[in-house]
């Protein structure tokens, strides 16, 4: 096997220094996969910065990556050396985390990916749409019906707030591919981006009405099903994602951050967790939707991937770039 070389983290705030990983054989159940692109997340960044939920150092951050195949593990079936493919890491061990030439990843969480559609492109769909999935499909949360290449429209209709962040243009995607309307939040520059992801309306979330607009329009509707809050910032994001969905009825908002415990009576809310969502239930995505729909365009590569370097030293520069904040990309390296 190859010599693998990663991008070491030794402690909170530290650089990136790259130097050489062990590397093993794929167990059963798992694929080993030679990256040629990655891409960071948010959590990567705070992780990297503050050392927050970091149990041991030097570490190796990242969940997305896209590359072929290497090798593959006793049970797998479906893939072969050299086919192109995205996984995600759930960043278990030092072994299956992104930030490295070679990544250990669950067969589950590996989808074949199109001729068409480069590594760059592919490597930011996995940890948006496992954090999405964990959202709207999980019994506890909102509970939709699973996405279908052949959609089935149902008139009811979803909230998402920040349909342009990473989570928040795949919660437009598979939302749609369940059936759902959706009505979302963007600024202007955005709104192509949104409506081609699905999104029915769209209004500019600085606005001084964009809570009026969106009460008025979701009145309108027939059905609305709940909310998924897709943005970490404002700190009260989530507390006006309740307000809106109390007036037009209550129901549940899915967020990607902890709820505040004041909550209109008629809203609940819960945090998802990607990784929770993705270690159980990935298949159902990753390998029963994504191939098909990533094939017949059903499933965009959105946002755009932000390329900011090649090789893992530019890690580090991806770790700046995310960190002073993205519009509709997602921060990616080729490697
Ligand atoms: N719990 C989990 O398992 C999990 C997993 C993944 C991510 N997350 C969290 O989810 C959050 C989103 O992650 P991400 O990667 O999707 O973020 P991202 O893509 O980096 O977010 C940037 C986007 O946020 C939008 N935005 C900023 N403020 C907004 C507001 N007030 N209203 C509406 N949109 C706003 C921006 O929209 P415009 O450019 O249009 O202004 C921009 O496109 C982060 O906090 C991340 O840590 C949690």
Request: charged content about 20%.
């Amino acid at each position: 096997m190859d010599i693998n070389n990663a991008a070491w983290v030794d402690g909170p705030g530290e650089n990136v220094r790259v130097g050489v990983h062990k590397l093993r054989q794929p167990g059963p159940g798992e694929v080993l996969i030679r990256n040629h692109a990655i891409a960071v997340n948010p959590f990567d960044c705070l992780q990297h910065l503050t050392g927050n939920f970091v149990d041991y150092w030097p570490f190796i951050f990242g969940y997305d990556l896209a590359g072929e195949v290497l090798l593959v593990g006793d049970g797998v079936s479906g893939f072969v050396s050299g086919q192109r493919v995205l996984g995600q890491a759930l960043k278990q061990s030092l072994e299956n985390t992104a930030f490295q030439e070679h990544t250990i990843v669950h067969a589950d969480l590996v989808c074949p990916i199109p001729e068409s559609m480069k590594y760059e492109e592919a490597c930011v769909i996995p940890l948006a749409l496992s954090t999405a999935a964990a959202g709207l499909y999980q019994e506890g949360y909102l509970a939709l019906p699973l996405p279908r290449v052949e959609v089935e429209r149902l008139d009811k209709t979803l909230l998402v707030w920040g349909g342009s962040s990473s989570v928040g243009s795949a919660v437009i995607q598979l939302a749609v591919a369940s059936g759902f309307d959706v009505v979302t939040t963007a600024s202007t520059r955005n709104f192509d981006h949104c409506r081609k992801l699905g999104a029915k309306v769209v209004f500019d979330y600085s606005s001084s009405s964009v809570i009026n607009d969106l009460i008025r329009t979701l009145k309108s509707e027939r059905k609305v099903i709940g909310a998924f809050s897709a943005v970490s910032l404002p700190s009260n994001i989530i507390s006006t994602v309740a307000q809106v969905l109390s007036e037009v009825g209550g129901g549940f908002v899915a967020t990607t951050k902890p709820p505040p415990e004041d909550l209109p009576i008629n809203v609940s809310a819960k945090m998802v967790f990607a990784a929770d969502y993705a270690g159980r239930e990935g298949k159902k995505l990753f390998q029963d939707f994504l191939p098909t729909a990533l094939r017949t365009g059903r499933y965009q590569a959105l946002p755009r991937p932000h390329v900011v370097g090649h090789g893992l030293r530019s890690v580090q520069v991806g770790v700046e770039v995310l960190s002073k904040g993205v519009s509709a990309e997602k921060v990616v390296i080729t490697i």
